[in-house]
């Protein structure tokens, strides 16, 4: 029996198995807009979806090819598209594979800027509910016949919730459901969505799996688990060229990608993909963080509530433990009254101030005065965010430097 590969590496070693040239470790930047060929009949086929190759970088480049390669194997998947940007990849899914009279079912908890583009589509004609995702009596609730996409993320950002991930894939798969999983919290270290019958897997690469703090991206994967033949919206002549396992990802790619135009660089593919050979190291050294520090901030008498699934007492504990690696290094806490917490935010020394997530340093956000500001009070308490709301992305940080940042703050 062919001995398995681990995760890390198989990361490590997948550019050097594509035999880059002189015996290189990683694939080359390939920067190159345009490929050219002696035989026209080459690029004929390329643009007929007859062979593989490079016509125009708009649609991906060799250098975006790698790390595609890269994460079809993290994601045990059939095919990756990667994009400019994980919200490249949410809105260019969306125009590829949703017509005028579909509906979507998305998650209530959704990222504030996904939230907004699906708010942009709506007001575009498109037909969305929103329902609470951790109940699957809700999630069947909002389901109609003409449901065509569900649209969940593994724990939500930034109050934590977690979707019933298992019971909406069985839900999908009766109803013959596109079930797209943006993975970004977990990444594909913690968690495989194939595992609950994903049939496509959407990570922001600017987080965890880029996760330094130096590169924009995004990636859709298909799991070849979504029965494409009968699905009403593929392209007419996408059919007579490619098999109907890749009628999906074929389309996203030339209506998505294409069409649309996010395109990730060469020189930000090649950052994340070589980011992404530590994935798992930084996780395990995040998550243990974060952990630990959720475990202080639960007895602080100056926090009064912390979101953090590897605590007992968050409410999708027990779900988060049957199906996650570990419990991530995003959490939020909320301060009590008596704290300010601009100042709060503005006595912590080593902890950055920022809005990014996944970053090998611990970043901290207000919340309600940025990221989701533009859903207003009321749609944030529905939410459950609050006006004292922190968020935190935790790091890699030695942890006796964070506690004594975040208890001098405390005071």
């Not at 809105?91 to 939230?115: C, E, M, P, Q």
């Not at 589509?121 to 609730?141: M, N, P, R, W, Y």
């Not at 007419?236 to 109907?244: E, L, M, N, R, S």
Request: hydrophobic share 40%.
């Amino acid at each position: 029996m062919a001995h398995k590969k681990g995760f890390t590496t198989t990361i490590l070693h997948s550019d050097r198995l594509g035999k880059p040239e002189h015996g290189a470790l990683h694939k080359p930047i390939h920067t190159s807009v345009t490929f050219g060929y002696d035989d026209v009949q080459d690029l004929v086929d390329i643009f007929q979806n007859k062979k593989k190759g490079y016509a125009y970088s708009r649609q991906g480049s060799p250098t975006a090819s790698a790390l595609e390669t890269k994460i079809t194997a993290m994601e045990n998947g059939m095919a990756t598209i990667t994009f400019s940007t994980g919200m490249a990849a949410i809105t260019s899914t969306i125009l590829a594979l949703i017509k005028k009279g579909d509906h979507i079912v998305a998650s209530s908890y959704l990222f504030g800027n996904t939230r907004s583009v699906f708010q942009s589509f709506i007001d575009l004609g498109l037909d969305f509910t929103f329902v609470d995702a951790t109940s699957i009596e809700e999630v069947k609730k909002a389901v109609q016949p003409n449901t065509r996409l569900l649209f969940v993320e593994t724990i939500a950002n930034p109050a934590t919730q977690i979707a019933d991930l298992e019971k909406i894939g069985d839900l999908c798969a009766e109803k013959g459901i596109i079930y797209m999983v943006d993975n970004t919290m977990t990444s594909p270290y913690l968690f495989n969505p194939k595992k609950v019958k994903a049939s496509l897997v959407m990570n922001s690469l600017t987080k965890y799996i880029g996760g330094h703090g130096n590169a924009l991206g995004g990636s859709v994967t298909d799991t070849g688990l979504f029965n494409w033949e009968n699905y009403p919206n593929i392209f007419p002549g996408f059919k007579t060229q490619v098999k109907p396992e890749v009628f999906g990802i074929t389309q996203i790619r030339k209506k998505g990608l294409r069409d649309a135009g996010g395109t990730l660089s060469p020189e930000a593919a090649h950052s994340i993909s070589v980011g992404s050979e530590t994935l798992a190291l930084r996780l395990e050294r995040a998550c243990n963080n974060a952990f630990a520090l959720a475990t202080f901030f639960e007895g602080h008498p100056m926090i009064k509530k912390v979101f953090y699934p590897g605590l007992q007492s968050h409410p999708q504990h027990k779900l988060a433990s049957r199906l996650f690696l570990k419990y991530g290094g995003l959490m939020s806490i909320e301060l009590d009254e008596s704290i300010d917490c601009f100042e709060f935010l503005n006595k912590l020394k080593l902890v950055v101030k920022s809005s990014n997530l996944g970053d090998t340093r611990t970043l901290a956000i207000p919340v309600a005065h940025t990221i989701f500001n533009e859903l207003g009070r009321e749609k944030r308490a529905e939410m459950g965010i609050s006006e004292s709301m922190i968020r935190l992305s935790i790091g890699i940080e030695d942890l006796d430097d964070l506690l004594h940042d975040f208890k001098v703050a405390l005071g």
